[in-house]
């Protein structure tokens, strides 16, 4: 388990634009030739803006759903087009266009509003966890006043982050186990 979160984290390092337009090409191939409906197609193209979102943020979720836009518009054309025929737009249904344009633009809003989530809750995190650490340093002002507490408490939480960092917690969780042994003696 740990060799594969490694190596995800390794291949997530390299490029993450790289991997998210990669994952849309595979998706597209994928849904295009195993699902005859092309509504029901056009559905699964959100699952990586979607994810884009989440992991990403609103950068990349709008510009993974502006890919899955373009990649659509492309195999739209294509796929109206006989071999050795040039491909003309106007010979397109406007229907069609309508329908994808709709579509389109629903799925970028819905990608830069997904980011948006994403990112604040991040900064909501970010500000819950200082507020958090301020909490700990008057805390620790408190415990400071007794010099063997204070030391037994510092000691303490070091041999608690390591036992932590050894079970393989994560740097948030191994934060909190040490916060929660410098605090184990106020009360």
């Known amino acids: 388990m740990k060799l594969i979160s490694k190596l995800f984290s390794r291949l997530e390092q390299v490029n993450k634009e790289l991997w998210v337009i990669l994952s849309l090409f595979l998706i597209a191939l994928l849904l295009n ?38 990649l659509v518009a492309l195999l739209f054309l294509f796929e109206s087009a ?3 025929q040039t491909i003309e737009i106007s010979r397109l249904g406007y229907d ?43 805390l620790r002002h408190f415990i400071s006043k007794d010099t063997y507490t204070e030391n037994h408490c510092h ?24 916060a929660a042994a410098l605090l184990h003696d106020i009360g």
């Not at 005859?36 to 993974?64: I, K």
């Not at 266009?97 to 509003?113: F, R």
């Not at 980011?115 to 500000?127: F, S």
């Open 96 to 138: 069609q266009w309508v329908d994808i344009t709709v579509w389109g633009g629903s799925l970028i809003i819905t990608g830069y509003l997904m980011g948006t989530l994403y990112e604040l809750k991040n900064t909501q995190l970010k500000e819950l966890r200082d507020t958090y650490h301020g909490v700990l340093m008057i």
């Open 82 to 84: 006989t071999p050795g």
């Open 155 to 178: 000691r303490v939480s070091v041999y608690a982050m390591r036992i932590a960092a050894a079970l393989d917690l994560g740097p948030e969780r191994i934060e909190d186990v040490r």
């Open 33 to 70: 030739h195993l699902v005859a409906s092309q509504r029901m197609v056009l559905n699964f193209y959100a699952l990586p803006t979607l994810g884009s979102a989440y992991f990403y943020g609103r950068r990349h979720a709008t510009l993974t759903a502006f890919a899955s836009v373009l």
